[in-house]
């Protein structure tokens, strides 16, 4: 092939490509962009991806991709039935890329010596650098030969080494991410992606030689303190159903990974992982040292997936598509078929790239859905990035010329909405959104409400127990569709009135049939500062027992539940602050007996890495305890100003299972307590009545220490 850029002077050619995907002018933010486009002018034809229908005149040949100031190798990619799909390469900053179709009786073997039907594509690539970067490391075995399971055709080709492994990883995660992108734009949030982490380097992705040096995704090889035996033990084999220890894998590679990352509290870091010592076992029909896996903690998201699928995976920008249309069959004398839906090239691909995204995603924090990457969609993985689609040995399907994009694999929209507020998905231009805080929920006279300080952006319905959301609610602005801006969040509102009459009817509108005979339906709230709340049961929160009769008279009301109050020997506490109701007699210099209210002085918190209880101390010297006594010898106490009426306004906490730390907040503006307790533990939640509601008393749980906690308020 030949770089010379062709012109593109005079009146655009009728036959000239039309991208239908993204706005010539927009920015993205990742490398390797995916677009779909066609011949024949949308405005006329209309777009011929999203309808799905046959053209009566189609046409075939190849789209020619010239890359900005010829940065890129020359490539093509095939047009079908008037469309066609590609990936492109970006340089940072502003690129203009040509594209030239070609029809079948022009091609000669010498396309830049043709003058095709061109048209310019214009792309801001802006480079991420407020977020945190995913991570992509290999594992190996300290013993590791350094060769992943290949059939003998590939090993011939193009290898098995550590080094081909290296650039069909780094392909598959770009892959990645232009899905990614491609699938937030579709929904209006802009074309957000993870960033990741990147290094200068010999450049694998245009498959060139010599490579030229480019900053392209790191692979970090980990050797991991296991032999390749070991690793291969049955028992660790996730696939295996008589498997001892089926999540031994994702523990060694925990360990591995937060010693080489050398992992640290607060500073949370994401690692996708691949195991390249997995193998199938041909005699035992096991695929060992693979586990499809994702998950973590406050230090470390991880996703880890087996090398097994990696023969399939295309190494560079220019075998993506025949990779996604290969129909090898698949030799189980050599390579696993996976779940039994690996049977050619192509499907093993799917489920390589895809299934490993799969994890990728439970290291983002998304959960499994009804449909998407979050099911099993990743089987159809391959229809993002074709026109078309070979036979299926899964399906038996005979192939098809081209698919519609309510065919393609898809994350759902409620994952998308997840990725806009991650902090992996941050923008340069985002507005700082403070984490701590968390999300209030309140019921309050036959009404729910709940509310964030950075806003509440949706929530989700779930019946009874189930673990899949069929039915959500947004609060963001309103988008007129898929677009280049992402929606504000200073838009989103800071407190929402939950009605559950209205919550049920959507539930049950968008439930399966068989499902909509639910009696409990659980809420989870979730704020723009990516803090999440869940209601067990939103009927709780309406019912008598979220009521509470006061000394008063008055009725007091419960919040939500901060932790969980599941500890052995956990116990229920409750207690009505007599500063809120009690009047205590004194007399005056003449003798007059006079009734005022009861002044609490300061508050004792006792405490050692948890909170195991308060005393509210009165200055008639009268005391209340909350929990119980324990931790630093005498606790710490914190006085109230009572000359100037300071009183209790809420509290800070750091809470997870249990409550790990404290803050004390009073009626003065900005004045708080120091964080007793754990102030690292858990996460940051704070606890202040809504507006025209003031404490009452605190509620919640005692086991060795609190495990839960409550306000309850009143008007």
């Given at each position: 092939?030949?770089?010379?850029?062709?012109?593109?002077?005079?009146?655009?050619?009728?036959?000239?490509?039309?991208?239908?995907?993204?706005?010539?002018?927009?920015?993205?933010?990742?490398?390797?962009?995916?677009?779909?486009?066609?011949?024949?002018?949308?405005?006329?034809?209309?777009?011929?991806?999203?309808?799905?229908?046959?053209?009566?005149?189609?046409?075939?040949?190849?789209?020619?991709?010239?890359?900005?100031?010829?940065?890129?190798?020359?490539?093509?990619?095939?047009?079908?039935?008037?469309?066609?799909?590609?990936?492109?390469?970006?340089?940072?900053?502003?690129?203009?890329?040509?594209?030239?179709?070609?029809?079948?009786?022009?091609?000669?073997?010498?396309?830049?010596?043709?003058?095709?039907?061109?048209?310019?594509?214009?792309?801001?690539?802006?480079?991420?650098?407020?977020?945190?970067?995913?991570?992509?490391?290999?594992?190996?075995?300290?013993?590791?030969?350094?060769?992943?399971?290949?059939?003998?055709?590939?090993?011939?080709?193009?290898?098995?080494?550590?080094?081909?492994?290296?650039?069909?990883?780094?392909?598959?995660?770009?892959?990645?991410?232009?899905?990614?992108?491609?699938?937030?734009?579709?929904?209006?949030?802009?074309?957000?992606?993870?960033?990741?982490?990147?290094?200068?380097?010999?450049?694998?992705?245009?498959?060139?030689?010599?490579?030229?040096?480019?900053?392209?995704?790191?692979?970090?090889?980990?050797?991991?303190?296991?032999?390749?035996?070991?690793?291969?033990?049955?028992?660790?084999?996730?696939?295996?159903?008589?498997?001892?220890?089926?999540?031994?894998?994702?523990?060694?590679?925990?360990?591995?990974?937060?010693?080489?990352?050398?992992?640290?509290?607060?500073?949370?870091?994401?690692?996708?992982?691949?195991?390249?010592?997995?193998?199938?076992?041909?005699?035992?029909?096991?695929?060992?040292?693979?586990?499809?896996?994702?998950?973590?903690?406050?230090?470390?998201?991880?996703?880890?997936?087996?090398?097994?699928?990696?023969?399939?995976?295309?190494?560079?920008?220019?075998?993506?598509?025949?990779?996604?249309?290969?129909?090898?069959?698949?030799d189980t004398h050599f390579t696993a078929n996976d779940c039994d839906e690996s049977g050619s090239t192509w499907e093993a691909a799917n489920i390589g790239i895809g299934a490993h995204l799969h994890e990728v995603g439970h290291l983002f924090g998304l959960p499994h859905r009804p449909n998407?990457?979050?099911?099993?969609?990743?089987?159809?993985?391959?229809?993002?990035?074709?026109?078309?689609?070979?036979?299926?040995?899964?399906?038996?399907?005979?192939?098809?010329?081209?698919?519609?994009?309510?065919?393609?694999?898809?994350?759902?929209?409620?994952?998308?909405?997840?990725?806009?507020?991650?902090?992996?998905?941050?923008?340069?231009?985002?507005?700082?959104?403070?984490?701590?805080?968390?999300?209030?929920?309140?019921?309050?006279?036959?009404?729910?409400?709940?509310?964030?300080?950075?806003?509440?952006?949706?929530?989700?319905?779930?019946?009874?127990?189930?673990?899949?959301?069929?039915?959500?609610?947004?609060?963001?602005?309103?988008?007129?569709?898929?677009?280049?801006?992402?929606?504000?969040?200073?838009?989103?509102?800071?407190?929402?009135?939950?009605?559950?009459?209205?919550?049920?009817?959507?539930?049950?509108?968008?439930?399966?049939?068989?499902?909509?005979?639910?009696?409990?339906?659980?809420?989870?709230?979730?704020?723009?500062?990516?803090?999440?709340?869940?209601?067990?049961?939103?009927?709780?929160?309406?019912?008598?027992?979220?009521?509470?009769?006061?000394?008063?008279?008055?009725?007091?009301?419960?919040?939500?539940?901060?932790?969980?109050?599941?500890?052995?020997?956990?116990?229920?506490?409750?207690?009505?602050?007599?500063?809120?109701?009690?009047?205590?007699?004194?007399?005056?210099?003449?003798?007059?007996?006079?009734?005022?209210?009861?002044?609490?002085?300061?508050?004792?918190?006792?405490?050692?890495?948890?909170?195991?209880?308060?005393?509210?101390?009165?200055?008639?010297?009268?005391?209340?305890?909350?929990?119980?006594?324990?931790?630093?010898?005498?606790?710490?106490?914190?006085?109230?100003?009572?000359?100037?009426?300071?009183?209790?306004?809420?509290?800070?906490?750091?809470?997870?299972?249990?409550?790990?730390?404290?803050?004390?907040?009073?009626?003065?503006?900005?004045?708080?307590?120091?964080?007793?307790?754990?102030?690292?533990?858990?996460?940051?939640?704070?606890?202040?009545?809504?507006?025209?509601?003031?404490?009452?008393?605190?509620?919640?749980?005692?086991?060795?220490?609190?495990?839960?906690?409550?306000?309850?308020?009143?008007?």
């Open positions: 092939m030949g770089s010379r850029m062709p012109s593109a002077t005079g009146p655009l050619s009728p036959l000239a490509p039309h991208i239908t995907s993204i706005t010539d002018g927009s920015s993205v933010h990742q490398k390797v962009l995916l677009i779909r486009g066609q011949i024949g002018d949308p405005e006329t034809i209309g777009d011929l991806h999203r309808s799905g229908t046959h053209v009566h005149k189609p046409f075939e040949g190849e789209v020619c991709i010239f890359s900005h100031q010829e940065g890129f190798p020359v490539y093509t990619v095939p047009v079908v039935d008037s469309r066609f799909k590609a990936v492109l390469h970006l340089q940072a900053g502003k690129n203009t890329i040509k594209l030239e179709f070609i029809q079948p009786r022009q091609s000669n073997g010498n396309l830049a010596a043709q003058e095709g039907h061109a048209n310019l594509l214009n792309i801001n690539y802006i480079a991420l650098n407020a977020s945190p970067p995913l991570h992509l490391a290999i594992l190996v075995a300290k013993d590791s030969p350094e060769l992943f399971d290949a059939p003998p055709a590939r090993v011939a080709g193009e290898g098995n080494g550590l080094e081909m492994a290296k650039r069909k990883y780094r392909m598959a995660a770009y892959l990645w991410q232009a899905f990614t992108a491609e699938q937030m734009q579709r929904y209006g949030l802009y074309s957000r992606c993870f960033r990741l982490e990147e290094e200068w380097q010999p450049s694998t992705l245009g498959n060139e030689t010599p490579a030229p040096m480019r900053s392209e995704a790191r692979i970090h090889v980990i050797r991991v303190d296991k032999t390749v035996a070991e690793l291969r033990n049955p028992d660790f084999a996730q696939q295996n159903p008589h498997a001892k220890h089926p999540g031994a894998l994702f523990d060694i590679a925990k360990d591995a990974c937060k010693a080489y990352f050398r992992t640290t509290p607060g500073q949370k870091q994401y690692v996708s992982a691949m195991f390249l010592d997995s193998h199938w076992d041909v005699e035992k029909k096991l695929l060992t040292a693979h586990a499809a896996l994702g998950g973590g903690d406050d230090e470390l998201g991880l996703a880890i997936f087996g090398s097994h699928a990696l023969h399939s995976y295309p190494s560079c920008v220019q075998h993506i598509i025949p990779a996604f249309t290969d129909c090898t069959r698949t998407g990457v979050m099911l099993r969609d990743y089987v159809t993985l391959n229809r993002t990035f074709t026109t078309g689609e070979p036979f299926s040995t899964r399906t038996k399907s005979p192939g098809r010329k081209f698919c519609s994009l309510r065919e393609e694999c898809t994350w759902s929209r409620i994952d998308c909405l997840r990725f806009r507020f991650h902090p992996c998905f941050r923008h340069n231009l985002d507005k700082f959104i403070p984490s701590e805080g968390g999300i209030q929920v309140w019921s309050a006279e036959n009404e729910v409400t709940a509310s964030a300080e950075a806003g509440i952006a949706w929530i989700e319905l779930y019946a009874d127990d189930d673990d899949l959301c069929y039915a959500w609610k947004e609060y963001l602005p309103t988008q007129p569709g898929p677009g280049t801006q992402s929606p504000c969040v200073d838009g989103l509102p800071r407190t929402i009135r939950l009605v559950e009459q209205e919550l049920r009817d959507r539930l049950k509108d968008n439930l399966p049939a068989h499902k909509r005979n639910f009696k409990k339906m659980r809420v989870q709230i979730n704020s723009a500062g990516n803090s999440q709340y869940t209601v067990e049961d939103f009927n709780k929160l309406t019912d008598k027992s979220a009521r509470i009769k006061l000394p008063s008279g008055q009725i007091g009301f419960r919040s939500g539940k901060i932790g969980f109050g599941t500890m052995n020997g956990s116990k229920p506490q409750e207690m009505i602050i007599e500063s809120t109701y009690m009047k205590v007699k004194e007399k005056d210099i003449l003798g007059n007996v006079n009734y005022r209210a009861k002044v609490l002085r300061s508050i004792k918190v006792f405490h050692g890495l948890a909170i195991d209880g308060m005393e509210f101390c009165y200055e008639d010297t009268s005391t209340q305890l909350f929990g119980r006594v324990g931790g630093k010898p005498g606790g710490d106490e914190f006085f109230f100003d009572t000359r100037r009426g300071e009183t209790l306004a809420g509290f800070s906490l750091r809470a997870g299972a249990w409550i790990d730390g404290i803050q004390i907040i009073t009626t003065m503006t900005g004045r708080k307590s120091p964080m007793y307790g754990n102030a690292n533990g858990g996460s940051g939640q704070t606890l202040i009545p809504p507006t025209g509601f003031h404490i009452a008393g605190i509620a919640g749980s005692c086991a060795d220490w609190l495990d839960s906690f409550q306000l309850i308020v009143t008007r």
